[in-house]
């Protein structure tokens, strides 16, 4: 996962330790749109599908092996901008805020590389009419996204 790529074997090594591993059945509901979220979730086996319930359950991604989602909520402390479901049995490994804020404060560029690829994310999503967080559409988002991250995890 890109996020990681500047985190030393250590730094891996105990987010791992803290992390969890989940399964799901086929259909399974990982989380709906609009719920709070405390984790993000990488998968390791398996597949799901983003999609949107404000927009008839239009599926607007999948995402497979070695990719990554729910860090939006995570990272935003905002609601669930989507539902995600199992397509497929699937393995999924799981990172709560609490684990995350330790690397972030070693790391601060890592957020700003996380603020870029989460506003990258979050354009798409309005693009189709979701609004991510409070900031006001048309300011400068991953200002907002720096400023967020900086805020929940202390750094």
């Known amino acids: 996962i890109s996020y990681f790529e500047q985190c030393r074997d250590w730094e891996l090594r105990q987010l791992i330790e803290y992390g969890y591993r989940q399964s799901f059945k086929v259909g399974d509901i990982i989380f709906k749109e609009g719920a709070p979220g405390s984790s993000f979730y990488i998968v390791l086996s398996g597949s799901v599908e983003v999609y949107l319930e404000k927009l008839d359950q239009k599926v607007v991604a999948n995402r497979g092996v070695g990719e990554f989602f729910g860090e939006m909520s995570l990272l935003l402390d905002a609601p669930r901008s989507a539902s995600i479901r199992a397509t497929e049995e699937t393995l999924l490994f799981v990172v709560e805020r609490s684990n995350l804020q330790p690397i972030l404060q070693r790391h601060r560029e890592l957020a700003d590389h996380i603020s870029e690829e989460i506003s990258e994310r979050t354009a798409s999503l309005e693009d189709l009419g979701i609004q ?24």
Do not use: D, T
């Open 132 to 155: 991510v967080g409070k900031h006001e559409i048309g300011s400068n988002p991953i200002v907002w996204i720096r400023q967020r991250i900086a805020k929940l995890f202390e750094l």
